[in-house]
């Protein structure tokens, strides 16, 4: 009867060790894949550009990592941001928390853009153009990486200016957030007609 205690006392606090430890890490695991799964249906991410940049202090250079990303759902919702790290993962995820927090909502009208825009940011110059179903994206470079986060299947650029990459997103995106929505376009249209009401009286 003593063998058959001591059996028992061994086997019994094992069994609820094991049980112990088990249970919490499985749950912070389910817990890690499903925001990450999330994360990853919801946003497409993509770099544009990536450079190793210094800085001249007191004591030498301080070298970082910049890089330029692009986030979208395909959906009409797109934004992108620039950030600086010590290390090139740093400064991937802050860019990509910064594009998150900066999302602008692109109007899409039958799978492309409303109307013709020309824009300039700085020294970079871009033209854009609305196209038929099925002609698909006829754009070079950065612009073409924003169009299709954003969510617009048919349209056509142009890339008059300068090639840095960093001015062509940031005009593209300030061109696709500059598109005027029906209601706008009508708020317009009422303020107009009153002011030409006021003048004639």
Do not use: Y
């Amino acid at each position: 009867m003593a063998e058959e205690k001591t059996t028992k006392e061994n086997i019994a606090p094992a069994a609820t060790k094991q049980s112990f430890e088990k249970k919490p890490n499985f749950r912070g695991r389910r817990r890690q894949d499903s925001r990450q799964e999330r994360e990853k249906d919801e946003f497409q991410q993509k770099m544009v550009d990536l450079a190793r940049v210094t800085r001249v202090m007191a004591g030498g250079k301080r070298m970082k990592f910049r890089a330029c990303m692009v986030v979208g759902d395909g959906k009409g919702k797109v934004g992108m941001a620039v950030a600086k790290g010590a290390d090139v993962s740093s400064a991937i995820n802050k860019a990509v928390t910064k594009a998150k927090k900066a999302l602008i909502t692109v109007q899409i009208v039958d799978g492309t853009i409303p109307h013709e825009i020309n824009i300039k940011f700085k020294a970079a110059r871009l033209m854009l153009k609305p196209a038929k179903k099925g002609n698909g994206i006829k754009a070079g470079g950065v612009v073409r990486v924003v169009l299709e986060l954003a969510g617009v299947k048919d349209a056509v650029a142009k890339i008059l200016g300068t090639n840095n990459k960093v001015n062509n997103v940031k005009a593209t995106v300030q061109a696709l957030n500059s598109f005027k929505t029906r209601t706008k376009m009508k708020t317009v249209l009422k303020k107009s007609e009153t002011e030409v009401k006021e003048a004639k009286v």
